[in-house]
């Protein structure tokens, strides 16, 4: 049994802790403020190992720690695939940059561990955040969101996709989370008052998505968090699936007709890979996984070393697309983390990767509570968001994945330890 730490919090732990928390309030808007506050919580992090016995305590229990110690396991498989990656520099350096946030996970486990109150107040502080961007959205939507002068933000200029902060594939994954997550909240809620602001929340949340928004992502993502919620708070029985089949059918068919966002990017979607129009959106997704497997198969150990797949990936940017385009040239990453993986580290570096998300996924499983399934959606959505986008690789969903699933992680430890 994992030992529950019960000595008070050092000044050092109270302010990463502190730390942590406004990193996941900040993820939903601010890639500077998200970086400034985890780079802080790695300093102050180090001065709390540095003079906190306990917190050093946690650090050596591996069944506890098991999520953090994979993802360091990763991070060093990330750091020896340097040593035979055919990336030119900069590649390299921007991969290790990236893939570096890895430190978050068990830096998070460790202090959630000791800090009793941070793992029930990182969900609220996450949808606080994820609540400032939808606000904005609705602003940006009637054009009364404010442009930052400094170009701090930067705010659509079609309503029709009424972006702000992020791109819509980040608004889709986030907002599909924080939708879903409300009607977990409102499925648990005993009292009325309770559950009617989570379910006004899971509306207000997914409005955006379903009509506000061009993101496909989001579409899929909403439609996917909803279900897990069926499939965690219903009792299954043929006739409740056939039902619930049939009413998601219909709520997509009925946001296809009445949202012009939805039946055009959908229809977009299906005309580009029906023909193959390589040097289109979808197209070139289709291309890039593709070419990744190939990749995959002719280095299947040990992959093509870190940060390869721009370079792997070239001769193939310059076929496609013609002399002189901006396309034939760039810096492609394939949009699909389990590509991206294998390409760089082969079966090795998968193997680590599902480890990683293995064992979060184990502490979903036994009596249902809130805990475990907004850590089962969460996993749900990034798991399947992950098969056609690089959220490891993305700033906003690799740090919104890291802070917030080692909360959620440590949440059901506490919860399981308390019922022993």
């Not at 404010?146 to 200029?157: D, E, I, K, T």
């Not at 690789?393 to 802070?403: N, S």
């Amino acid at each position: 049994m994992t030992t529950v730490i019960t000595m008070p919090l050092s000044r050092f732990e109270r302010v990463a802790s502190q730390l942590v928390l406004l990193a996941l309030f900040s993820v939903a808007f601010s890639t500077a403020l998200t970086n400034v506050f985890v780079g802080l919580g790695y300093i102050v992090f180090a001065g709390a190992v540095a003079t906190s016995r306990p917190l050093r305590d946690v650090l050596r229990q591996p069944r506890l720690m098991a999520p953090g110690l994979l993802a360091l396991a990763l991070l060093a498989l990330y750091l020896l695939g340097s040593t035979w990656s055919i990336a030119p520099r900069a590649d390299l350096l921007t991969a290790l940059k990236k893939y570096s946030r890895l430190l978050i996970l068990p830096m998070v486990v460790a202090l959630a561990w000791r800090d009793t109150r941070m793992p029930g107040r990182a969900l609220a502080y996450c949808l606080a955040g994820i609540g400032v961007l939808v606000l904005s959205i609705y602003l940006t939507s009637v054009g009364m969101m404010p442009q930052s002068s400094l170009g701090w933000w930067r705010v659509s200029a079609d309503t029709r996709d009424a972006f702000v902060f992020r791109n819509h594939i980040a608004i889709g994954i986030l907002l599909s989370f924080a939708s879903s997550a409300a009607l977990l909240l409102a499925s648990h809620a005993r009292a009325w008052r309770r559950r009617a602001p989570a379910l006004a929340g899971a509306l207000l949340t997914a409005l955006p998505i379903m009509f506000l928004s061009q993101g496909r992502t989001g579409y899929l993502l909403l439609l996917l968090g909803w279900m897990t919620v069926f499939l965690l708070r219903v009792r299954l029985t043929p006739l409740r699936v056939v039902a619930a089949a049939l009413a998601l059918a219909l709520l997509g068919a009925g946001v296809y007709a009445s949202s012009p966002n939805v039946k055009s990017r959908t229809d977009d979607m299906v005309n580009e890979i029906q023909h193959d129009k390589v040097q289109s959106p979808n197209g070139l997704r289709v291309s890039f996984i593709e070419e990744g497997l190939r990749m995959f198969a002719a280095h299947p150990i040990i992959g093509l070393g870190t940060g390869a797949f721009a370079r792997a990936y070239e001769p193939v940017a310059l076929r496609n697309w013609p002399p002189g385009s901006e396309m034939a040239v760039s810096r492609h990453q394939p949009h699909s983390e389990f590509v991206l993986a294998a390409v760089q580290l082969g079966v090795i570096g998968l193997a680590a990767y599902f480890a990683m998300l293995g064992s979060l996924a184990r502490a979903t499983f036994g009596a249902r509570t809130l805990e475990r399934d907004v850590l089962a959606l969460l996993l749900a959505i990034y798991v399947v968001a992950s098969s056609f986008n690089s959220l490891l690789w993305d700033t906003t969903e690799a740090h919104w994945f890291l802070l917030l699933s080692g909360c959620l992680y440590v949440a059901v430890r506490r919860r399981q330890e308390s019922t022993q």
